[in-house]
């Protein structure tokens, strides 16, 4: 059995960086020994990410650079997998003749193979290099909702979710491994299970993974869900679940419901919009709200764009993402008439992330005095008397982060209580009241 070397480099999103922690534990498995600097490698491999335009161009410029690498570090291989080749397939292989091996998303047998290695004979888990205690979890595969500026269900094919059984044992795993939080990931956590029979099964995972871990001291994260099917019984159960965060994530992309049927995004109105973010707030007003939205998309008028900028005022968000619209090669919506010019695209998102960062200020001074856990993450000071920690209203790597000053060392990894003395747009400071010996 071989003992090369590998390197891994994972690009774009949470979903991909759990291909690459896959990837790895394959690769392991197989007899290879993980290296987490490049000059160390013997075989390097790029984790693609295809979905918007940078993230191509970031790839893109990465594989650049590994051929680059290629010679500079004397790499003997450099591979290419994931999302971009399942995009872009054989036209990327005649344009990167230095690329060694390739694999779609998944294909973690046939890049084995073409590495001159088989499986091994088991799956060997890779904890990942950086935070051991935060961790993502897929609930799913794919996405059917055909949104018509996307086209991850065309790269990464139709929903297919995983059984609840496995989703159970892999959070036990982790846990096991140390993780104190994990977040659900997949493209919509809303159509879990409606690949088996037409229904959203994600009330039932989340009643199981509660009964499961409540009492421990673990956090459960759900990231990225449709509002239209985000609904009361949801909530509540977020709300009544104490290792589920109050902490929702809903990209709405738009509130006008012409835009949003052209978006595909489903029929609804303004009122069924509302709704999953008063329910939220009604049974806890310090409930933590991110959405994200798109602007410039063709046929948004100025008086499309202030129906965003009035919701956003009457909601008022913890957070809000921006994208500008981009025309997707291969999506519908690149297609359609009344393309609205770069320009002003850039300029109605500059002016929803204007507008909320007042508002995100003003919430966060909802918090001044309160007393919030923290999940440490990294020392500030060697002597570990300040770190960097989030809260549950902070999703990892997207939300803003709490300083903690502490009269003892903090750990990364543990869990703390903080006094908050102060807030910013997106940060908090405060001092340690409380921590975990
Ligand atoms: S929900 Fe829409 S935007 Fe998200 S992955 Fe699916 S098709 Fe794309």
Redesign the pocket.
């Known amino acids: 059995m071989t003992e090369k070397k590998v390197f891994i480099l994972s690009l774009g999103c949470a979903k991909n960086q759990v291909d690459s922690e896959t990837l790895a534990g394959v690769l392991k498995g197989a007899g290879f020994s993980l290296v987490e600097k490049m000059e160390d490698a013997q075989i390097a491999i790029v984790n693609t990410c295809g979905f918007i335009q940078p993230a191509v161009e970031e790839s893109i410029d990465a594989i650049l650079d590994l051929e680059e690498l290629k010679r500079a570090y004397s790499l003997e291989k450099i591979g290419v997998v994931g999302c971009l080749l399942n995009r872009y397939g054989e036209e990327l292989k005649k344009e990167l003749p230095m690329v060694d091996f390739w694999a779609e998303a998944g294909q973690w047998e046939a890049l084995l193979a073409d590495m001159g290695s088989s499986a091994g004979e088991a799956f060997q888990e890779v904890l990942p290099g950086h935070s051991v205690w935060s961790r993502y979890l897929k609930i799913s595969e794919g ?5 018509s ?5 065309s790269i990464r094919g139709p929903l297919r979710s995983f059984a609840v059984n496995e989703i159970l044992s892999r959070a036990e795993f982790l846990v096991e491994q140390g993780a104190r939080e994990i977040c659900l990931v997949g ?2 956590l809303t ?1 879990y299970g409606m690949d088996w029979d037409g229904k959203s099964h994600l009330l039932r995972l989340i009643e199981v993974l509660n009964d499961k871990f409540s009492g421990s001291k673990i956090w459960f994260r759900l990231l ?1 869900l ?1 509002p239209a099917r985000v609904n009361r019984d949801i909530i509540s159960a977020v709300v009544s679940s104490d290792v589920f965060l109050n902490y929702l994530d809903m ?1 709405l992309q738009h509130v006008d419901p012409e835009i949003l049927a052209k978006m595909n ?1 489903g029929a609804f109105s303004e009122k069924d919009l509302r709704m999953p973010f008063e329910v939220a707030r009604e049974l806890d007003p310090d409930f933590t709200l991110r959405t994200t939205f798109m602007a410039g998309f063709p046929g948004e008028t100025e008086e499309h764009h202030s129906k965003v900028l009035d919701f956003i005022e009457e909601i008022q968000l913890d957070r809000v993402g921006v994208f500008t619209f981009y025309e997707e090669e291969g999506a519908k919506a690149a297609l359609m008439p009344e393309q609205v010019p770069v320009s002003v695209r850039e300029r109605r998102a500059s002016e929803i992330l204007e507008l909320q960062s007042e508002i995100s200020y003003r919430r966060q001074q909802r918090f001044v005095g309160k007393t919030l856990e923290a999940l440490v993450e990294d020392k500030v000071e060697e002597d570990g008397k300040k770190a960097w920690g989030r809260t549950y209203r902070d999703a990892p790597e997207v939300d803003g982060l709490v300083e903690i000053a502490s009269d003892k060392n903090l750990q990364p990894g543990s869990f703390v209580k903080v006094k908050i003395k102060e807030v910013y747009e997106h940060d908090m400071a405060g001092e340690a009241v409380e921590r975990e010996d």
Do not use: G, L, T, W
């Not at 996405?143 to 949104?147: D, G, I, Y």
């Not at 500026?149 to 269900?153: A, D, L, S, V």
């Open positions: 996405c059917s909702n055909n949104c500026y996307c086209m991850i269900p493209q919509d159509a990225y449709h990209p995004r």
